[in-house]
C-alpha cells in the first residue's frame, strides 16, 4: 500500500516515549501516522489541514493534562469532525469506557495492549469508513443524517447510543433506520451492514 493510498492515523497521547513507540509500530504496519503531544495540537492541524479524501481515524489517551482524552472528543463532536475515534488508556475505568463508546468512540483499548489489537482495531474502523463513503448507495441515496446514523449502526451501536451521540431522540434514530433500510433495500440490520461495507447487493426495488 503506498503512502497515498495508507489509512492516516492521528495518534494523541502525552507520553513521548509511548508516543514514539506506536508511530514506530503503526508505520510498520503501513498506516501514515502524524503524532501529537496534546488534543490542542491535534485540533490546530485539523483546523489548517484540509480533509483529502484519504480514510483516517484518530488514536487518543484519555487521561492527558489540560484537555482530556473526553473533553477532546467532545470538541471535536462541537466541531462536526466525524472520524472513528480509538482510546487507549493506562487507567481502567468502566465507567469512562460506557461514556466514551456512548458519545461515539469506535474502541478503547488498555495499557499494554497486544500492538495487534490496536492495528486490528485501527484496519476495521477505517476500512468501514473506506467503505461506507465510496458506497454510492450510501452518498446518493441517503441523507446526511442517515449516513451518520448509518455509520454508528456499522459500528454496532445501539439505538440509545446512537441519540446520545446525535444528540436526537431515540424515536428519531428509529425513523432514520427505517428509512435508510428502505433506501439500501435491506431487510435487517445485518443486511444494512453488509449492503453498507460493499459485500451484498442490496433487495427490492426501492434503490432506484
Same mark, same amino acid.
Given at each position: 500500500?503506498?503512502? %497515498?493510498?495508507?489509512?492516516?492515523?492521528?495518534? /494523541?497521547? +502525552?507520553?513521548?516515549?509511548? &508516543?514514539? #513507540?506506536?508511530?514506530? @509500530?503503526?508505520?510498520?504496519?503501513?498506516?501514515?501516522?502524524?503524532?501529537?503531544?496534546?488534543?490542542?495540537?491535534?485540533l490546530?492541524?485539523?483546523?489548517?489541514?484540509? %480533509?483529502?479524501?484519504?480514510?483516517?481515524?484518530? /488514536?487518543? +489517551?484519555?487521561?492527558?493534562? &489540560?484537555? #482530556?482524552?473526553?473533553? @477532546?472528543?467532545?470538541?471535536?463532536?462541537?466541531?462536526?469532525?466525524?472520524?472513528?475515534?480509538?482510546?487507549?488508556?493506562a487507567h481502567?475505568?468502566?465507567?469512562?469506557?460506557?461514556?466514551?463508546?456512548?458519545?461515539?468512540? /469506535?474502541?478503547f483499548?488498555?495499557k499494554?495492549?497486544?500492538?495487534?489489537?490496536?492495528?486490528?482495531?485501527?484496519?476495521?474502523?477505517t476500512?468501514?469508513?473506506?467503505?461506507?463513503?465510496?458506497?454510492?448507495?450510501v452518498?446518493?441515496?441517503?441523507?446526511?443524517?442517515?449516513?451518520?446514523?448509518?455509520?454508528l /449502526?456499522?459500528a454496532?451501536k445501539l439505538?440509545?447510543?446512537?441519540a446520545?451521540?446525535?444528540?436526537?431522540s431515540?424515536?428519531?434514530?428509529?425513523?432514520?433506520?427505517?428509512?435508510?433500510?428502505q433506501?439500501?433495500g435491506?431487510?435487517?440490520?445485518?443486511?444494512?451492514?453488509?449492503?453498507?461495507?460493499?459485500?451484498?447487493?442490496?433487495?427490492?426495488?426501492?434503490?432506484?
Amino acid at each position: 500500500m503506498s503512502d %497515498a493510498q495508507a489509512a492516516h492515523v492521528l495518534l /494523541v497521547d +502525552d507520553n513521548d516515549e509511548f &508516543r514514539e #513507540s506506536t508511530r514506530w @509500530l503503526l508505520e510498520d504496519a503501513g498506516f501514515v501516522v502524524s503524532a501529537f503531544a496534546s488534543g490542542a495540537a491535534l485540533l490546530e492541524d485539523l483546523d489548517r489541514t484540509p %480533509a483529502n479524501g484519504v480514510p483516517a481515524c484518530i /488514536v487518543s +489517551d484519555v487521561r492527558m493534562p &489540560r484537555m #482530556s482524552g473526553i473533553e @477532546l472528543q467532545q470538541e471535536l463532536k462541537r466541531r462536526g469532525v466525524e472520524l472513528p475515534l480509538i482510546f487507549v488508556t493506562a487507567h481502567a475505568d468502566v465507567p469512562l469506557a460506557v461514556e466514551a463508546m456512548r458519545n461515539g468512540a /469506535v474502541n478503547f483499548i488498555e495499557k499494554p495492549f497486544d500492538p495487534t489489537m490496536l492495528v486490528h482495531a485501527l484496519r476495521t474502523a477505517t476500512d468501514h469508513a473506506a467503505a461506507i463513503s465510496a458506497n454510492p448507495l450510501v452518498t446518493e441515496k441517503l441523507t446526511p443524517r442517515e449516513r451518520q446514523v448509518l455509520e454508528l /449502526v456499522v459500528a454496532g451501536k445501539l439505538n440509545k447510543t446512537i441519540a446520545d451521540v446525535l444528540g436526537i431522540s431515540i424515536k428519531t434514530v428509529e425513523l432514520h433506520r427505517s428509512n435508510l433500510m428502505q433506501k439500501l433495500g435491506a431487510r435487517n440490520v445485518a443486511e444494512v451492514i453488509r449492503i453498507a461495507l460493499g459485500h451484498e447487493q442490496p433487495h427490492g426495488a426501492n434503490i432506484r
